[in-house]
């Protein structure tokens, strides 16, 4: 039996490059024609919104500060991967993007907790002690831990960021299709 109880007041918090979609190689996902799921992840992301209330993303876009794109182009990406998880009767709540450069420091960066308080203030009622994060990366682990959000770290061998061990996460698993095979065990 499962260890997750369908609950309206937790969230699955979701980080995009790396667990929704492909990361591109030494660059930024600038459009929507460069936009590509990864396996299973429209089906898994339907199958998790039977468990919690509310299914977030939380993503660092600094391509937008580096003027690689727009806020347009973003939301045209965001567009594109909204109406395919649509396609598999899945929703994302609410989308969240720091749009500033790493070097700013900004507190709406992960893994500062800019993006998580306003989640938090769009939707009082979650309960972080309750919610999951899902990253690849130790910033989305960082996060995680500051909050008191139970944190799964996707694991790729080839491309796993160097000292993830140190956040303890409390999963660690393949792909956002083998988080969905637990929780909905």
Not at 17 to 39: A, H, M, Q
Not at 53 to 69: D, E, P, S
Not at 103 to 132: Q, T, V, Y
Request: net charge negative.
């Amino acid at each position: 039996m499962s260890r997750f109880i369908p609950s309206r007041n937790t969230a699955l918090f979701l980080d995009r490059d790396g667990v929704i979609n492909k990361r591109k190689k030494d660059g930024y996902i600038t459009s929507p024609d460069e936009f590509s799921f990864l396996p299973g992840v429209a089906n898994a992301i339907s199958r998790l919104n039977k468990f919690f209330g509310k299914t977030l993303i939380i993503t660092n876009q600094q391509g937008v500060g580096k003027g690689l794109m727009t806020e347009s182009d973003l939301e045209k990406i965001h567009q594109k991967m909204i109406a395919a998880i649509e396609s598999e009767v899945g929703h994302i709540d609410k989308i969240y993007h720091a749009p500033q450069l790493e070097s700013a420091n900004c507190i709406m960066r992960k893994p500062h907790p800019g993006m998580i308080h306003r989640a938090l203030r769009d939707f009082p009622e979650i309960s972080l002690e309750k919610s999951w994060l899902v990253g690849d990366t130790t910033a989305d682990l960082e996060l995680a831990q500051k909050m008191g959000i139970s944190s799964v770290f996707l694991h790729s061998p080839e491309e796993a960021d160097s000292g993830w061990e140190d956040f303890e996460p409390a999963l660690v698993v393949g792909s956002l299709a083998e988080f969905a095979d637990i929780v909905c065990e």
